[in-house]
């Protein structure tokens, strides 16, 4: 089993506690591989659109990019952590999503996403933990996967690992270890199911892109969708 992990900053605080207690049960049977931000994706997207319309090798950051694409592709879970920051995900975080726009369905979403699984583990000090999730789980939906589990640590009286209360970091430890025994169960076991809503999303997308294939053959997108066959009746969750 593979499993990559985007840590969405490289404070080793509670975030990153709270994914060193999930991996624990993966740790012995599992390939990890970790990715650490800002560190392995220093550069903010410009909004060029190069990878959408020329191909994502075009990118100016394509050699941290396709670094990150290639474990995503191979990866049979995908963990993805940031603590909130002013109510969302950290901006680095969102700078690695925004460098994949061009795997979104409206796109050329990748055909080995739509059977995968994503974790998001995300806290902060009050609210903000469930719309710095949101954040990236709004990104993994149209990239057409189905399965996210969500995971949100809401802190209440310091944002400390250590200075936690037994207490609070005993509920913790329990949650994570739950959880991630929990999916260990289902991961190790067949691809997951591919919902109607994902389904619904990635019909739209194809009459959109069957008709913007037949004003332009050319077109990247439409090609592609082309290529893989989904513009007849092949599906990418179909074997």
């Given at each position: 089993m593979k499993i990559i992990v985007i840590n969405g900053t490289e404070k080793h605080g509670v975030t990153y506690r709270l994914k060193e207690l999930?991996?624990?049960?993966?740790?012995?049977?599992?390939?990890?591989?970790?990715?650490?931000?800002?560190?392995?994706?220093?550069?903010?997207?410009?909004?060029?659109?190069?990878?959408?319309l020329k191909g994502e090798h075009t990118c100016k950051d394509s050699g941290y990019i396709q670094i990150i694409a290639a474990s995503l592709l191979e990866s049979d879970l995908i963990v993805m952590t940031s603590p909130a920051y002013v109510m969302h995900a950290t901006s680095s975080m969102k700078a690695l999503l925004d460098h994949f726009a061009y795997l979104w369905m409206p796109h050329r979403p990748a055909p080995e996403m739509f059977t995968k699984r994503a974790v998001i583990i995300t806290q902060?000090?009050?609210?903000?933990?469930?719309?710095?999730?949101?954040?990236?789980?709004?990104s993994l939906s149209w990239w057409g996967i189905s399965d996210i589990t969500v995971f949100t640590g809401k802190l209440m009286e310091d944002i400390i690992w250590e200075k936690l209360a037994e207490k609070k970091r005993s509920q913790l430890t329990d949650k994570m270890h739950r959880l991630s025994k929990k999916l260990s169960g289902v991961c190790y076991g067949k691809p997951s199911n591919v919902n109607v809503i994902t389904k619904i999303k990635f019909l739209f997308c194809r009459m959109m892109q069957k008709s913007l294939h037949k004003n332009d053959p050319e077109y990247t997108d439409g090609k592609y969708w082309a290529k893989q066959g989904w513009l007849g009746k092949t599906r990418p969750w179909r074997a």
């Open positions: 999930f991996l624990e049960r993966f740790r012995e049977n599992a390939e990890i591989t970790e990715f650490y931000l800002p560190k392995d994706c220093p550069s903010f997207c410009s909004g060029c659109t190069n990878c959408i902060c000090l009050g609210a903000g933990a469930k719309s710095a999730a949101k954040d990236i789980k709004h």
